[in-house]
């Protein structure tokens, strides 16, 4: 969809909470194949929301993050765009971080009444009651943290408050034990690892639910064909010594970086 097609409305600040629950800031909506997790390959609908909470230096959707778009659309336009594309029954909310809008709620209740499978991918600091048919969930680790050195804008402004805010222990145990879920980390390379087992082993002890090792699905981190080239095998190796599922970026591999894939 083109963005440009809809109302520009400054949101102030699009990193807090949207104040309207009538629509949301969109980022770019579009029919592609689910490139992660679980459904990978899946025709889906894409709902691509604007604004984030952290900052990942290696974030593959910088316009709604580092430099977050203010394009805003209603509810209802929402809605008529996603039932544009008409053969797809899987709707995925994803942004940015959709959990920030009271709007995603609507959005979801909405998608719900009309009998769409919605798969929320969320970084897992955020909690809200939703019709959510799979949350997909990836904690964010402390390769993620934009340092000076890794900062794709300024100077490492941004890695004290993503340091602090990246893991919410009390928010993951609610979305595991509430919904159907998938744990999808972000990995580089082995020195990731001991991060995930020790989150792993929290948030075990402090959820009502059992998570599966099969629940944790390790992603190579790369937003690019190049950079993936570089990272897979060596996140495959892990997922086999540890017993986890590895999950490919399909998308990636299919249309590189471009936008809407
Ligand atoms: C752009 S995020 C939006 C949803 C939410 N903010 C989150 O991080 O889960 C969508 C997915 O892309 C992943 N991701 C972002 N940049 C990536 C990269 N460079 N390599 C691999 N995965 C990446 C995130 O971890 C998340 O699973
Ligand atoms: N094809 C495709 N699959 C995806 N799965 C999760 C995505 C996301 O950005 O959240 C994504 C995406 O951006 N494109
Ligand atoms: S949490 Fe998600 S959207 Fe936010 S910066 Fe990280 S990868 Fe990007
Ligand atoms: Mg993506």
Redesign the pocket.
């Known amino acids: 969809m083109p963005v440009s097609d809809s109302v520009d409305r400054e949101t102030g600040d699009a990193d807090q909470e949207s104040a309207s629950a009538d629509g949301l800031p969109i980022n770019e909506l579009f029919y592609?194949?689910?490139?992660?997790?679980t459904l990978?390959g899946v025709p889906?609908v894409?709902v691509?929301t604007s604004g984030c909470n952290l900052r990942c230096w290696f974030c593959?959707?910088y316009h709604t993050s580092w430099e977050p778009t203010h394009a805003w659309m209603d509810l209802e336009e929402i809605v008529a765009e996603v039932e544009s594309h008409e053969r797809a029954d899987h709707v995925?909310l994803?942004?940015g971080e959709p959990m920030l809008h009271d709007g995603s709620v609507d959005l979801l209740e909405a998608l719900d009444d009309r009998g769409y499978h919605t798969?929320v991918?969320t970084n897992g600091t955020i909690y809200r009651d939703a019709p959510i048919d799979l949350a997909?969930i990836s904690p964010k680790l402390e390769s993620s943290t934009p340092t000076s050195e890794r900062d794709p804008k300024g100077n490492g402004e941004w890695a004290e408050s993503h340091e602090n805010d990246r893991i919410d222990l009390e928010a993951l145990a609610r979305l595991v034990e509430d919904y159907e879920f998938q744990l999808k980390f972000v990995v580089t390379d082995a020195d990731d690892m001991p991060e995930i087992l020790e989150l792993l082993d929290d948030l075990r002890d402090v959820s009502s639910v059992p998570i599966r090792d099969d629940d944790v699905l390790l992603m190579p981190e790369g937003a690019t064909r190049d950079r993936l080239a570089e990272t897979r095998s060596r996140v495959a190796d892990l997922a086999m010594e540890h017993g986890f599922r590895y999950t490919p970026?399909?998308?990636v591999d299919?249309?590189n970086d471009a936008p809407e894939?």
């Open positions: 592609s194949l689910q490139g992660e997790g990978a889906s894409f691509r593959d959707s995925v994803t942004g798969t991918e997909s970026r399909l998308h299919l249309w894939t």
